[in-house]
Structure formats: C-alpha cells, structure tokens
C-alpha cells in the first residue's frame, strides 16, 4: 500500500535543488560547464563524485520527513550474497570470490510505495536533474529504469545492518544521502576494480578478506549529498550501522538504454515481490 503520511503540496523542483549552489537549470552557462567538468574528472580519477548539500534546506528537511514515513513499509530479508549476487558455483575453486559469501541485512522501500506528491519522485522525474547527470556521465541521455519496484528506492539500515561488498547491476548509480548512522554506515568503495577485459579477481579478493588496497572511504557524507557513482565498475559496501539512528539514503536508477526492467528472481529477493511487469519483460 502506498504510504499517505506526507500531505504537503508537492515541491517544485526549484524548491529541491540548491540552484544557487549548483546552477544546473541552463547548462549551456559557464557556471554549469565548470561543475559538470569538475564531476567528470572527479569520476575519471576516483569513480565517485561527491556533490554537498545538493538539495535546499526546505527539501532536505521534507525529504527526511518522507523518509521516516516510508521506512516502515521496507522489506528487510536477511540472506547470504556474493559479490556477483550469484548461487554458489561448486566448479569454481574454494578462494574464488564468487564463492565467498556475506551476510546482507539492509531493507530497500520500492518505488510503488512513495506517494504521488514525493519529493523524492519529483527529482527523478525531472529533466532538469535527469540532463544534468547525462551531461556528469558524459552520455548524451539517460533513462529512467522501468522497473516499477527499483527504479527508486530507499536503502534503509537500522542498527546492526549492513550492505556487504557488491557490484551494481547498472552502469551508474546516483544516491542521496537523507540521514545518517549514529556511528558506522561507512561508504567504502575500491574505485575501477573491474574492467571490461578483467575481473581483478586477486585484487577482489585481498579487499573481501578486509585489506584495505585500493579502498576509499567517504566518511564525510551528510544529509543532502548527492553522489554519482559508477557502481558496476567499482566493488563497494556499506559498513555495519552503530546506534539506534537508522541510516537512510534515496537510490535513483537510471540507465543508459530504454525500457530495461530487472529480474523476477531478484526482484523477490530485494522486496520480497514481483510484479506482472517483471513478468512480461522475462517473456518478451
């Protein structure tokens, strides 16, 4: 069911985005070309890019409220993953990171269960923002993921929750962070740790056995940030919340080819149902 707690008049994107900050509304501007150079390098040499307090004061502290009202309806799932969120593969040697397994215990709210007046909507429909990203990823457009349930999302980790080391299933992701853990929920990431001729496996696997080689943190990250990140190439994780603060953080899904639509099973495995969409796209 979809939540009805929030009643506010939705926001207008200029009431979200900190334009004066980050003046994204013409990008043709010099102001803009700069920032979004400045995120392109920031991609090119670390595979993250970091944009603080992107959202206005008003909108971060709706957002928040927004959040704390969808968080009951998250699916929480305890199971095993890899890093791949692959089944074991028994041909494959006991060291081989595809077999090593960790424990996943953070919830996600899908996307059919935001209001129609969400903030959180708002921007990840809005071209504004949508061409602005386009422009960071060096793309000339993006999609919005057509998936009814992933294409937005919360990431919620209470207390004791984690999201182990995994790679993403799209080329991109792009998160806001709404409020943070007490302590704990660290973004770690080791930037480019596969590439499309390797794997990496050896560097893969120091990092799961905890080296840290080749791993960034991003401590610093406060409610608002907004970060652009390339999930598919770079193995990252959330590290185990501390204290009773839940930690929550808006995940945008967009693509980089049209009407793309994830699987039944994962589907199921992340919120716990699938729906006639998911279906149609498996036969088709």
């Known amino acids: 069911m979809v939540s009805k707690e929030i009643t506010k008049t939705p ?8 334009f004066q900050q980050y003046p994204i509304a013409d990008l043709s501007q010099k102001k803009a070309f700069d920032l979004i150079d400045n995120c392109r390098q920031q991609l090119q040499q670390a595979g993250c890019c970091i944009l603080k307090n992107f959202l206005t004061t008003e909108a971060l502290l709706f957002a928040q409220e927004e959040s704390l009202s969808l968080a009951p309806e998250a699916y929480y799932a305890t199971r095993k993953t890899n890093i791949f969120k692959t089944d074991d593969d028994p041909t494959l040697a006991p060291e081989h990171p595809a077999r090593f397994f960790m424990e996943r215990t953070n919830a996600f709210v899908p996307k059919n269960k ?3 007046q969400s903030l959180f909507l708002t921007l990840y429909h809005a071209a504004i923002f949508q061409k602005f990203l386009a422009a ?3 793309t000339e457009v993006i999609y919005e993921y057509d998936d009814p349930l992933a294409g937005l999302v919360l990431n919620i980790l209470q207390e004791g929750a984690q999201h182990p080391w995994h790679y993403d299933q799209n080329d991109f992701s792009i998160v ?5 853990a007490i302590a704990g929920g660290v973004f770690e990431y080791a930037p480019n740790t596969r590439t499309p001729s390797s794997e990496n496996f050896e560097l893969v696997s120091k990092i799961l056995h905890e080296s840290d080689e080749g791993v960034k943190q991003s401590q610093d990250l406060q409610p608002g940030d907004l970060q652009i990140f390339q999930g598919k190439l770079s193995l990252h994780r959330v590290t185990k919340v501390i204290g ?5 953080t808006a995940i945008f899904s967009y693509t980089k080819r049209n009407n793309i639509i994830g699987k039944v099973k994962d589907s199921k495995l992340l919120f716990g149902q699938a729906t ?8 088709s």
């Open 11 to 18: 926001f207008k994107i200029e009431e979200i985005i900190n």
């Open 114 to 116: 935001f209001p129609p």
């Open 136 to 138: 960071c990823l060096s």
């Open 176 to 180: 806001l962070t709404i409020q943070t």
């Open 244 to 248: 009773n603060r839940q930690r929550h």
């Open 276 to 283: 006639s969409e998911h279906y149609q796209a498996k036969q």
